[in-house]
């Protein structure tokens, strides 16, 4: 007997990778599940039992730590189940698959109507399904063509495993039942190839085997490609399946087999072949058939395309709940941010996960085309993967502050808002100011200090802490030491005499306490102003900003004297600036004595209506002529700076307005006369 076994047969490319992935796993910590048996083959199956890994059937009753993806995917709804339990995750899926899964996805999101060929009950076609929301129909052979609708849109994919042949006839049976059709080949090249290689292996035996699982689609294929040249084909899952009686003395027996047939279950087959003894020498070739192919290059499961395949899917590995990853934007709207993370899926950041500030829409936060981190939260039904920037950037801050308030530095904040006993602090995450904490003294109202920016000590970090604030802050200490340095220059530039700027701090009965930025100095009330001032509030608000003469200084008892008054100009300058004698000018009686009455006519500055200067008749009394408070018109009759005297008349005063009503009278007359006798008036000229 002759054994020649086809050059393509057993594992494929995807299935090895997953076999090999389940191998690590059993070899890992936790406790692995396979969801699904990982190949249709039972004896992988029970070989992976007896290490540890078992198929779970239920994605309902997931257990475990952590879960297996097999070659055959999954949908993207099963993966949001899985990654919502929290669950490890090793996904075995084979990049071929993954390329099915983009198809479906493309197709769907392009509006077009799918038909998919392939067995609606083979898990590669139930994940396949996920991929375009269910919105797609699946056929298994050209009959089911003549039944279809006319199609404005169609796009046609394949289980990997279907043969080619029956694919394609399907494509051009769909072809005049759509305006527009668009295939994508999805049949897997190892697929093809082994069907090719069994299919010409089969031209040259009088017998053929194909080794496999009954229930696997691709051994199934294999053995029909055999069957349709003719040639007597047996299907076996093991050794034991053979039976003597298929083969004569003689016989060319040809092997194949499916994808998911491990090596040593060919190779038992092969020993046990050779028990067979019918005296003439057994002999096995292994066939060297070359095929040639014109599948596109994407579905070439060479070891070397696979291996690029592989490191590409190393770069898009679904990222799990709580991994931070990153993405680029993609597009940015009021609500939210569209951002690719380099899988399949789309990741999307709504409005309230951009930040920890209140922002009315995320397009003050995110440009296109930017790079950011994200957090993903959690995987929606439709594949699409729930991001939080906020929770990274917290993350981000959290570590800063943390690394910050282990090496006592300091940090800056903007107060965002107020709340029982402090205020809120935005330094990267909401950390609490306590009201003691805001400045060195007593401060009244919080509310002042909203959306400033400041430096802060971190005086407790806790990020454990489930209740209260994980971060308090101080700017009590900041102050402090802020104020201790500035009055160590205050009192090393300051001398008396200098002029300084400085703002009220507070008003006291006594005068006013002025903040010289580092320093307090007293500005007496007696020192306000020349003239007499009942208290600071008459003249100042506190935050007023004014200017002071230093007038003393005491060093050893750290005090400082201020003046205003020195900086203004006496009311007696004013007086010699602005008045003259002969002057007439309004006053105010302020006192009355028996020999006059005083009339301030400036603030400060009293002078005497003497008696004999009040009226043109003789007083008796100055009270029979004024009273205190009047406002009265007083002729200024003499200046004497060097006695600060001045001499007032009312008397004069009187009479001088007297005549200039006369004069005014007079004046108003002759107008009145011109108007009523023109020709008259010309007539005395
Ligand atoms: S798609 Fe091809 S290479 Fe991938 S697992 Fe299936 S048969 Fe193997």
Redesign the pocket.
Known sequence: MQLIIADEAGF????RRAFHISEEMANSEGKWFTLGPLVHNKAVVDYFSQNGIEPLEDINNLAGDGIIIR?HGVSPQAMAVIQEKGLMIRDAT????KKVHEAARLLQSEGYDIIVFGDIHHPEVQGIMGWCNHKAQVITSIDEVQSQKKFKKLGIISQ??RNENEFLAVVEALLPRAQEIRVFNTI?S??RKRQEAARLLSAEVDCMLVIGDRNSS?TKTLAQECQNTGVATHVIESAQDLNPEWFKAGDKVGVSAG?STPDWIIKEVLDRMTQFDDGAPQEQIIQETQMETNAPREND?SEENFAKMEAEMADIVSPSRGDIIKGIVVEVHDDDVMVDVGGKSEGIIPLREMSVKDVSSAKLLATVGEEIEVLVLKWDDDGTILLSKKKVDSKRAMDKLEETFNEGGIVEGTITSSVKGGLLVDVGVIAFLPASHVEDGYVKNLDEYIGKTYSFKIIEFNRNKKRGSQIVLSRKQLVEAEKSKLKEQFWATIEEGQVLKGRIKRLVDYGAFIDLGGFEGLLHVSEIDHVRVEHPSAVFNEGDEIEVYILALDREKQRVSLSRKKLLKSPWEIVMEKYAEGDIVEGKVVRIAPFGAFVEIEPGVDGLVHISQLANYRVEKPQDVVAVSQIIRVKILSIDQEEKRIGLSLKEAAESLQEEEVQEYLQNQEGQESQDDPEGSAADE
């Open positions: 494929c490319t995807g299935v070659s084979c990049p071929l698959v990997t495993t897997c190892a697929t691709n994808a499961t």
